[in-house]
């Protein structure tokens, strides 16, 4: 099922291999929406590591309690061919410019952190 122009439902599925949930389809949803303009406008695929978590696979990963994985509200992204580091950098820039929705961002050495919570936590 195709979410966006380039993300398909199946990209969020738990690594577990668990499906999100019913309940959970919007959040998924909005979340696509926002990295589709992400892929926009930087004209390369994005990989969906991680995007929605059921509690035992958030805590065999070392995830926070209240994840917003666990509502499929976040995602751990990586373009093959640039380091997470510049990828940080775009985002930052297009939630500062207002063109993505504001949320968490996060860096680590092989991918970055995005969610949509609806304000800045860095």
Known sequence: MNLTDNFELSEFNCPDGTRVPYEYLINCYKLAVELQKVRDFIGLPIIVS????????NKKVGG??????????????????????????????????????????FLYP?????????????
């Open 50 to 57: 991680s995007g929605y978590r059921t509690p035992q696979h």
């Open 64 to 105: 926070v309690e209240h994840s917003l994985h666990l509502k499929a509200l976040a995602s751990d992204i990586k373009v093959k061919s640039v380091p997470p580091s510049n990828l940080f950098k775009v985002i930052d820039n297009l939630i500062d410019k207002k063109l993505v929705q504001d949320g968490g961002l």
């Open 110 to 122: 092989s991918h970055v952190h995005y969610d949509i919570r609806g304000f800045k936590v860095r």
